[in-house]
């Protein structure tokens, strides 16, 4: 049986997330660098802010919510889901 979208999907999250996170360090967490290359490669126009150095400083705060340094799986799951319900509500609104 053939995975559903929502299995592929779950899985392109996952896949996503350690593309980026092997790079450096930790294969379990981002680095401040591996989530910037990840929001440029993976978000580019969306989020609009991926070259903004100060404001990706900002994101990366704001995503680290247990304050270690480093953006977890948990943590990079939360941005992609306020992002799907951000372009959900854009989308929404077009139709």
Known sequence: MAPTQMQQAMGLLISTFHK???????KDT??????????QAEF???LGKANDQKAMDQIFKDLDAN???TVDFQEYVTL???LTMI???CF???K
Not at 20 to 26: A, F, I, L, R
């Open 30 to 39: 981002l680095s401040k660098g591996e989530l910037k290359s990840l929001l």
């Open 44 to 46: 580019g126009e969306l």
């Open 67 to 69: 304050q270690d340094g």
């Open 80 to 82: 992609a889901a306020c």
């Open 20 to 26: 980026y996170s092997e790079k450096e360090g930790d």
């Open 92 to 94: 929404k609104g077009k």
């Open 87 to 89: 372009c959900h509500e």
